[in-house]
């Protein structure tokens, strides 16, 4: 008796715009939530913080949402484990909020 779900490890063919295939670049990201959703922002800022546009945004559900982090943090593992740790910047001293987590992060 076979106990695993349907396409389990099986790849699935999809259709890709070539348009799509060229990928996005974004260097900044805003996460919202409801009760039913996840809602991703994922934006492109200029060295102008005024000049920033919105290049993606992503409704997910909290299930999807939750396995989404796992795969990310994964993979991030994998790659600190091949190419060393990343070093994140440290908060500022003051109370006020930094420059970069002004917009989104």
């Known amino acids: ?13 999809y259709n890709v715009e070539p348009s799509v295939l060229k990928g996005l670049y974004t260097n900044n990201m805003q996460v ?12 492109s800022m200029s060295f102008n913080p005024q000049a920033m546009s919105l290049i993606a945004k992503i409704f997910s559900s ?7 982090v796992a795969a990310l943090s994964d993979n991030l ?14 908060p500022e001293a003051n109370t006020q909020a930094s420059e970069s987590s002004k917009f989104g992060f």
């Open 1 to 13: 008796m076979n106990n695993q779900p349907p396409n389990q490890g099986q790849q699935i063919p």
């Open 32 to 43: 919202s939530h409801t009760k039913e959703e996840f809602i991703l922002d994922f934006m």
């Open 62 to 68: 909290p299930a999807h949402f939750k396995r989404m």
């Open 77 to 90: 593992k994998k790659y600190e484990d091949t190419f060393g740790k990343i070093e994140s910047p440290k």
